[in-house]
Nanobody, 116 residues
Framework: QVQLVESGGDLVQVGGSLRLSCAAS????????MAWYRQTPESARELVAF?????????ADFVKGRFTISRDNRQNLVMVYLQMVSLKPEDTAVYYC????????WGQGTQVTVSS
């Protein structure tokens, strides 16, 4: 079955960096556009960035220049990464990966907390 497993979240200070990882398996994700989303208790889940199967990328305005999405297509597994630098308190959220459009059941996410 589909598995989306996020990791790498942590508590960091303003201006810090983190690298999130997502292991996606169960369907041929190597041919799919993959994305990172985030959600806080006060807001709906929002798109952060996506990457096509050909590694073309697109970012939400609020992370442009600070976050970088990348992918590594392996046999029966796709790894999707989100390198985050210059973190701000407003980046605090649970981060999730999924196919673009949120097609599959969501994983548990990974908590990023940016403290000032």
């Amino acid at each position: 079955q589909v598995q989306l497993v996020e990791s790498g979240g942590d508590l960091v200070q303003v201006g810090g960096s983190l690298r999130l990882s997502c292991a996606a398996s169960g369907v041929p994700f190597d041919t799919r556009t993959m994305a990172w989303y985030r959600q806080t208790p006060e807001s709906a889940r929002e798109l952060v960035a996506f990457i096509t199967s050909g590694s073309h990328t697109n970012y939400a305005d609020f992370v442009k220049g600070r976050f970088t999405i990348s992918r590594d297509n392996r046999q029966n597994l796709v790894m999707v990464y989100l390198q985050m630098v210059s973190l701000k308190p407003e980046d605090t959220a649970v981060y999730y990966c999924n196919m673009y459009g949120g097609v599959y059941p969501w994983g548990q996410g990974t908590q990023v907390t940016v403290s000032s």
